[in-house]
């Protein structure tokens, strides 16, 4: 069962906690956004949606086909803030067929360093706190993504890892996955392969020599045990935090109820970050990624 607990007054993490998230790759920190920041961060996210969607040319995030990954647009998106859409919202001609607000699948991917708002949910010594006892050392925030999960139309997200998409030598990615509404088996919570990280990474998410982009698999391809999935139900305010070697998943929402989510991923500043990977800052970033203060 994977663990779930809360901080205590110092910020730190009970011990069992700790060594869970070594043996299973996860827990589950409670209460640890009040409801207020929640929908503080809802509503910016929704502006961000008004200013960046309608001039968005209409890339489809897609964990099947990657086909996001062509899309000049998505790459530009490691400097900025792109917003990406539900295949679901377009008709077979592809016309929006549900309100503007309604069709985004995504923001991403640096709102933790352009925008304020997200900025300051962001950083901050309890979540340094939770970084240094997980074992993250100098963290670095690479990467930032809202995720809206839409109501009956939120899409399906494959299991994959995120050191995939963000790998170090050695690993060191750490995700923090904020539940910013009620995430249950309704609306496509998480979920996850407890234990299964401690089998290595399956493929590596690379810039090829013409600029492209491929996911490469490692050898030996480790077998995930589809038996061991959980399901990650999350009430509103609650911080799931992952090794980026921990396999999860989302299903698609069918329900009237979105999901919206919030993710941060940090790597340690003292691990080689390869040139290969796709997320490269601009020199406007100056450091190009900051930490938790």
Known sequence: MIERCRLDDTHALPMR??????????????DFVAPAACDALRE??????????????????????????KDAYFEASANRIGAFFEEGAFDASGRLQVPLVRAVNKLGHAMHDLDPVFGAFSRGPRLQAVAECVGLRDAKLVQSMYIFKQPGIGGEVMCHQDSTYLYTEPESVVGFWFAIEDAHRGNGCLGGLPGEHRKGLKE???????????????????????????WLEAPKGTLIVFNGSFPHLSETNRSAQSRHAYTLHAVSGSAEYPASNWIQREPGFDPPFRGFD
């Open 204 to 230: 590596v998410f690379r810039r090829q020599p013409d600029g492209s982009f491929r996911l490469e698999q490692r050898s030996p391809l480790p077998a995930w045990d589809a038996g061991r999935l959980e």
């Open 17 to 30: 906690a700790r060594e869970a998230f070594i043996r299973d790759g996860v827990i589950v920190i409670e």
């Open 44 to 69: 910016r996210a929704l502006e961000l949606v008004a200013e960046h969607a309608p001039a968005a040319p209409g890339t489809v995030f897609s964990t099947r086909d990657q086909r996001h990954a």
